[in-house]
């Protein structure tokens, strides 16, 4: 069995594109390693807090798509705004949301994506989840963490493979359809691949009162491709590109239910002609639908000089995401609804020197440039009407220019004590172009856009120190601090004429997180425990908001502003081990205390409450055993402690617990497999918490939810 499967402590890795290819997986974890910083580095040795899933792990647990990767990593939380929104990626109580720029950065196959979805993924070769700043290398986007996917690259043997399955759920069902062909296209020189996916399911959440006919369904194509030249002993070029295209008719991105079903029930039923809401299903009359259409394109190229490794990368990536259906009475009385088009267009260019991997001391250095344009229009439907009724307001339009000049460096100190000291120059560019204009909310009133063409420039410099020292061979303690960032920027926001002040801009975010850590090799290398505590605090937060009137009201589309602080510490310990050869077993525990040093916002003072979105505590374990011929079996349990869905901490999520099974026959051409998700159908909201749109608060909270149970098989050949 492939021990690239565990989980473990890795380092900073550099992406996907421009990256030598990876060896083929170890067979013991002495020689399990990384691509750190451009140089490969054993996970025992890596001074930082990381989770790593290899390709097997991958497989054994599914994992297709960017949402499946929070379950394996403690302290780490994806919060989704809906099935097919947005996903927000929460790491050490450093909570991401909504309008606020991910503090997380997610790389696929090297090319950054600043606001994911829940993006499919081709063959998944490894996974790395890095908590903690990671700006040296990164930059302002990776304030808590960094994600890190890189998908299989094609090689000189030809193989191909074509899976099958269908799964049902409490409310509907669904099918997906997968395929892959790789192999060479001019011998060695040049190899490409090619992986297809087709998805067409009902949606988990279903609207008992939809006015269009559609109760929610979720169509997905995805097509994902990678070519590899080798043009010499020193010289390759990769390329990747994606197509992902999603079409939901019936679905508002972002749906919302209500939390206490009773009391929805009691005061709203007359609008809802007696029908009751239930634990996965809507009430609304807005006409719903959710398109969005993703392009990526991404190139590296890697040259080893004597003295040095050149890497170049580039890519573009462009989504027109349009949803409308966000009815503001979550009721089926024809009131009022929203939507929104946004279109996106995302340039990132860099090129790095690092060191050769015999050189004593290990260093990199590199350029950054980043380029980013939003365009977004609101729209609204006041009574009842179709899709095509939707009026526009107009359309606001916002950029981003950053650039960033990058070095670190690795300085043995001893034989057994290394430092690791970096630092990053990073300039950031913001502007908005907003049009006078209305949008007419019929009885919220209307809300006026003001003309304004603003621009400003943020600077900050990061740096990241931390010293490691190996005990033993199988010992190794750790300590760093590191330094992030977040731009301040522009609200691209509408509000009644009653408002007063400036809320069209916020300011940069500060964070300070300082960590010790160790790793612990056990079973005679069989086995490894990795452990950190942190504490971390952060000025200038940016929050979410809305401004709300005197009856619960809303008075402002959503805007983000910067006078809080936070401070959050915690720890968390990973186990991963392979006991016996058919037996592989992962556990882990993360605890985080996340608290608002300082938050006024209107009349409400919030200084001393949780942070929302962060759980108290989160714990996984999960097994795979293999104990005879081609029987395969894998259980998981999840768990997640009581979560705040608001700032104000009066809308909570219990804590909750989540068990997944598998069953499945494996041989060398056929695998089949018989799987349940959340076996014990638990309620788990996902969202942060938001009042009623059009009555304001009515003693209820209404959020977001994750998936039902899930019974499915699926069937895969290999060639």
Do not use: C
């Amino acid at each position: 069995m492939n021990r690239a499967a565990w989980i473990g402590m890795a380092a900073m890795s550099v992406g996907g594109l421009a990256t030598p290819a990876l060896a083929e997986e170890p067979t013991d974890i002495d020689a399990l390693v990384v691509t750190a910083a451009r140089r490969d580095q054993a996970l025992i040795d890596a001074p930082v807090a990381a989770t790593v899933l290899g390709a097997q792990f991958a497989e054994d647990a599914r994992i297709q798509s960017l949402r499946r990767i929070d379950d394996y990593a403690p302290n780490v939380q994806f919060n989704q705004i809906g099935q097919v929104g947005g996903t927000y990626i929460s790491i050490r109580g450093i909570e991401s949301n909504p309008f606020v720029v991910n503090r997380a950065a997610v790389y696929i196959d090297g090319v950054p994506f600043r606001q994911p979805s829940d993006q499919a993924l081709g063959d998944v070769r490894q996974i790395e989840v890095l908590r903690g700043p990671q700006g040296t290398l990164y930059g302002a986007n990776s304030e808590s963490g960094l994600i890190l996917v890189q998908t299989r690259a094609p090689s000189d043997a030809f193989e191909a493979q074509a899976s099958a399955g269908a799964y049902g759920f409490g409310e509907g069902q669904g099918y997906d359809l997968r395929a892959r062909v790789a192999g060479p296209l001019a011998g060695a020189t040049l190899t490409g691949a090619l992986t297809l996916d087709y998805e067409k399911a009902d949606s988990f959440v279903r609207n008992l009162a939809s006015s269009i006919g559609e109760p929610g369904e979720i169509e997905t194509a995805f097509a994902h491709g990678r070519l590899r030249w080798i043009a010499g002993d020193r010289t390759e070029l990769d390329a990747m590109g994606y197509v992902a295209l999603q079409r939901a008719p019936g679905l508002y991105e972002q749906e919302f239910l209500p939390m206490d079903r009773a009391r929805y029930d009691q005061l709203y039923g007359g609008f809802n002609g007696g029908r009751k809401a239930g634990d996965h299903t809507l009430i609304h009359d807005a006409p719903k639908r959710s398109d969005k259409d993703e392009h990526v394109l991404g190139v590296g190229l890697t040259h080893r000089f004597d003295g040095a490794t050149l890497s170049l990368a580039g890519s573009w990536r462009d989504v027109d995401d349009r949803s409308f259906g966000t009815d503001l009475d979550l009721t089926a009385m024809p009131g009022a609804a929203g939507g929104h088009d946004v279109e996106e267009t995302h340039w990132n260019w860099e090129v790095r020197l690092v060191a050769p991997s015999d050189a004593r001391v290990q260093w990199v250095v590199g350029l950054n440039h980043y380029r980013g344009e939003q365009s977004k229009a609101l729209s609204s439907l006041i009574g009842p009407g179709k899709l095509s009724d939707y009026a526009w307001a107009p359309k606001q339009e916002a950029g981003s220019r950053d650039y960033a000049l990058f070095g670190q460096a690795v300085l043995p100190l001893s034989p057994t004590i290394n430092l690791t000291a970096g630092v990053r120059y990073e300039r950031a560019e913001r502007d908005k172009v907003q049009q006078a204009g209305v949008l007419d909310l019929g009885p919220l009133g209307r809300f006026v856009f003001q003309a304004e063409a603003l621009d400003e420039v943020f600077a900050e410099v990061l740096p990241r120190v931390s010293l490691d020292w190996a005990l033993s061979g199988d010992l190794r303690l750790y300590a760093s601090v590191a330094k992030g960032w977040v731009p301040g920027g522009f609200n691209l926001a509408a509000s009644a004429t009653s408002v007063v002040g400036d809320y069209s801009r916020y300011d940069a975010e500060t964070l300070w997180t300082y960590e010790i850590g160790a790793k612990h090799r056990l079973l005679g290398g069989r086995a490894l425990v990795s452990a950190a505590l942190f504490y971390t605090t952060v000025d200038n937060w940016q929050e979410i908001n809305v401004i709300y009137g005197p009856n619960g009201q809303p008075l402002s589309t959503t805007l983000v502003t910067s006078s809080a602080a936070i401070t959050s510490r915690g720890f968390e310990i990973e186990f991963a081990g392979k006991p016996r050869d058919d037996l592989d077993l992962t556990a882990s525990l993360g605890w985080v205390e996340a608290e608002y040093d300082r938050y006024v916002f209107g009349l409400e003072d919030l200084s001393g409450r949780r942070v929302k979105l962060t759980p108290e505590w989160d714990a996984s374990a999960t097994a795979s055993w293999r104990p005879w011929r081609g029987l395969f079996l894998r259980g998981e349990i999840n768990g997640a402690g009581e979560t705040m869905l608001n700032a104000q901490n009066t809308a909570r999520q219990e804590a909750v617990w989540r068990l997944n099974a598998q069953i499945g026959w494996e041989t060398e051409a056929w695998t089949a497999r018989l799987y349940v998700d959340n076996l014990t159908d638990e309620t788990v909201f996902v969202t942060s918490a938001y009042a009623n749109s059009l009555f304001g608060y009515d003693g209820l909270w209404y959020a977001g939810v994750d998936a039902p149970r899930v019974v499915g098989v699926e069937l895969t050949r290999r060639w």
